[in-house]
């Protein structure tokens, strides 16, 4: 496996030319003191830790693993000693309320530094993702007494949290859980069983927070009647010293496909009289606080798509331009480099586009999270938050889904080095395949675009940011490079797609939502693949703009235009075909009875 090296440049230009940081983020209130040298600074020490630490442990853990010892979860050689450092340097608290110890930098940032942790070692960066819900949910609806006891240790990192939602019976039908939650003074007693917990136990902090959901006696059915507790694995006094153990434990560890250093446990709560545990929100409205904990965690699983395809693509690259086979197929008699052959090309071109345009997209769903908390107009802030509601599916399943497809192309240009798992090629593919898994499917992220983010409001969220999208043809129409015109001609009928497909979900879901939602999946995709042009697009047109200005690194600008065009060549060509199986493709998805499957 290669060594990982931060795509700063990359990642700085999609800051500053892409959404604007510094013209645009950096200017909120709160947010003065990101300044251009600040924000080097943080990328360039995150790059630092993120391959130097974090990635040499990524094979390491991967072979290891997590393992369950007498009750307690050791993780593999160097990760304790690597979370502690994180820990020191005081990553975990980058974007959170300096009140309770964050740094209060904005989000778009925090985003691109998180990539590095998760490009370096994804089983690493799954426990601050958690946490970083965690912190969330409790900072969004915990009373003040457990934000006091408890964010200041969450934001740093030196507790960690968790999500507890899943059980045997249940799985994604969350309102088919039995976890039960009595009242017992100011507290509730937890009892139930969870499943696949990411990092529900291990030896990294000194406390875990778990953050639970259950019913009560008396609740309604379904996900009406669930609530949410903070339940912590060691029980915390008034004073915010640690007081004995809570009725909480890891039963067992799952053995996964990838992602092996994280571990994955069943949780037992309550099997000694109930676990203690506090509410969050108020009763019977669990799903409502949840829901800010999951939202949080399936854009960071975006970014988990986007930083794996990362690590991969570097890979790959390094392996085609050592790799000797074959002589060119122009003429000659000389192996060359397999980087020379048009269809080593072709997969590594597919890899570095798709790899660029998720990571526009996620730091553009960042700064809208910046915008939505920051702005001081509360128009600005309501547009804002429309956007990241909008997005959060999108972001989701389209990031993982192709997170998934460049990870498989990446053994495909290792040939059959990358099957065999002394390359490492092939963690990369196996750690990325829960990602569609994780924090929803991707085909229940698909019904949400449709049913909660389209069909609710009319359309009218998702019909204001086509029109936004239609803007940049005004711009794209005054500039002359050589592949903006192509850009331009193929983004603006790829949107025209966009839009059709979405007038007719609109029109067919209130009377057939069976038929809607058999191109639910396919309308995410053309969501996903028209919005990442459209960023691409942008991205194009401010590497034209600083190559013609002189104004930075000219070979890098060449290759950012060359790469948008290569995406609006092979993807954005797409969207015509996927706005037809949305609209034209769904009559035969139910049309069969079960026994004639």
């Known amino acids: 496996m290669t060594v990982y090296s931060a795509p700063i440049q990359d990642m700085r230009f999609v800051l500053d030319q892409v959404i604007g940081f510094d013209q645009e983020i950096a200017t909120l209130p709160g947010y003065e003191e990101s300044t251009p040298d600040l924000v080097d600074a943080v990328l360039e020490e995150a790059g630092k830790l993120a391959g130097e630490v974090l990635a040499p442990l990524n094979q390491v853990g991967d072979r290891q693993g997590s393992v369950l010892e007498n009750g307690v979860v050791r993780t593999p050689d160097g990760f304790r000693e690597a979370y502690q450092q994180f820990v020191e340097a005081g990553w975990n608290a980058l974007p959170f309320d300096p009140d309770y110890g964050g740094q209060g930098l904005p989000y778009a940032l925090s985003t691109a530094v998180t990539e590095m942790w998760n490009a370096a070692n994804t089983s690493f960066a799954l426990c601050p993702l958690l946490t970083q819900g965690a912190i969330e949910a409790v900072g969004s609806h915990g009373t003040q007494v457990l934000k006091d006891l408890y964010l200041g240790k969450l934001v740093s990192g030196e507790w960690t949290g968790t999500m507890n939602l899943t059980e045997p019976q249940a799985g994604s039908d969350v309102g088919a859980l039995r976890t039960k939650a009595v009242k017992d003074g100011d507290h509730y007693k937890i009892t139930g069983t969870k499943i696949f917990i990411t990092w529900g136990e291990h030896d990294c902090a000194e406390n875990i927070i778990h953050l639970v959901l259950a019913r009560l006696p008396d609740a309604p059915p379904g996900t009406k009647g669930i609530s949410l507790f903070l339940v912590p694995k060691v029980l915390v006094n008034p004073d915010g010293s640690l007081g004995p153990g809570n009725d909480v434990k890891c039963a067992s560890l799952e053995h996964k496909l990838g992602i092996h250093a994280s571990p994955t446990c069943v949780m037992s709560f309550g099997d000694e009289g109930g676990a203690i545990g506090y509410l969050i929100g108020e009763e019977n409205n669990g799903m409502a606080c949840m829901f800010t904990m999951m939202n949080s965690a399936r854009i960071n699983v975006g970014l988990m798509g986007l930083s794996t395809a990362e690590r991969a693509w570097q890979q790959a690259l390094d392996y085609a331009k050592q790799r000797v086979q074959s ?57 804002a938050q429309g956007v990241v509601d909008l997005l959060t599916p999108v972001v989701k399943a389209w990031c993982t889904d192709t997170g998934c497809e460049i990870t498989s192309i990446g053994i495909q240009v290792h040939g059959g080095m990358g099957f065999v798992e002394e390359t490492g090629a092939a963690q990369h593919f196996r750690d990325a395949r829960i990602h569609p898994i994780y924090e929803g499917t991707n085909g229940i992220q698909a019904n949400d675009l449709l049913g909660r983010k389209l069909l609710r409001d009319g359309g009218a969220n998702a019909k204001a940011f086509i029109a936004g ?35 007719w979900l609109l029109e067919t879901g209130p009377k057939d939502i069976h038929l809607a939602a058999s191109g639910a999946a396919h309308y995410l995709n053309l969501f996903g693949t028209v919005t990442a042009g459209w960023l691409m697009a942008k991205a194009a047109l401010a590497a034209d703009a600083g190559s013609r200005e002189g104004n930075g690194d000219a070979r890098f600008y060449e290759a950012k235009v060359t790469t948008a065009r290569f995406f609006a060549d092979q993807f954005l060509t797409r969207a015509a075909a996927l706005r037809r199986i949305v609209t034209d493709g769904g009559e035969t998805v139910m049309a069969m009875t079960e026994d004639q499957f």
Do not use: C, F, W
């Open 327 to 383: 002589a060119d197929i122009a003429g000659g008699r000389e192996p060359v480099t397999i980087i020379q052959h048009p269809d080593v090309r072709r997969m590594l071109m597919t890899m570095k586009s798709q790899t660029e345009a998720m990571r526009a997209l996620l730091y553009y769903i960042g700064g809208a999270m910046d915008t939505s908390r920051r702005h001081p107009d509360a128009e600005v802030r309501e547009r």
């Open 469 to 503: 999208m239609r803007e940049l043809d005004n711009v794209l129409a005054s500039a002359n490079g050589q592949h903006l015109p192509v850009i331009r001609t193929t983004l603006i009928q790829a949107i025209g797609e966009l839009d059709a497909a979405t007038d």
